[in-house]
């Protein structure tokens, strides 16, 4: 796999069958390898590791409705009340982040209302912090850490 923009973490790998798969360790399950889940897991390492979320505050790829439609984020960051600090979108190194990427997760934050968002194809990360009354968001250089 492609050598990405975050620190060199260690990965369980398995092969069967052909496929490649990865444990992740959020959904305790091997997951099959694509490039997309290759930045998702690098994501999630570079939560746990550098920014020092807790496991139980993290869940990666549920299912959520935005205008009645079915759509699946990748990872978000809990606050201990539940609510969602941080919204993640993740992309495959080949996907150039462009301005529908930033559409897609407004859109998904209508209805979770994180404080945080970010986006990213592993090679190229945006990070924000929400103005909700001004109905934008700020640019930012990093994530901040788990602070508790």
Not at 50 to 65: G, T
Not at 123 to 148: G, I, R, V
């Amino acid at each position: 796999m492609q050598k990405l923009n975050f620190y060199s973490y260690s990965f369980r790998l398995k092969n069967s069958e052909n496929k490649v798969s990865i444990f992740d360790e959020i959904r305790k399950k091997f997951i099959v390898l694509t490039p997309e889940e290759w930045v998702r897991q690098h994501v999630v390492q570079f939560l746990l590791e550098e920014k020092n979320y807790p496991k139980s505050h993290i869940n990666v790829e549920k299912v959520l409705k935005v205008n009645g439609l079915r759509k699946r984020y990748d990872v978000v960051v809990y606050n201990p009340d539940g609510s969602i600090y941080i919204l993640i979108e993740c992309k495959a190194p080949e996907i150039k982040i462009a301005q529908a990427t930033f559409d897609q997760i407004a859109r998904y934050n209508m209805t979770m209302d994180a404080k945080f968002l970010m986006v990213t194809n592993g090679l190229n990360h945006y990070f924000c912090q929400m103005d909700f009354e001004n109905e934008k968001y700020q640019f930012l250089a990093d994530l901040p850490n788990y602070t508790t």
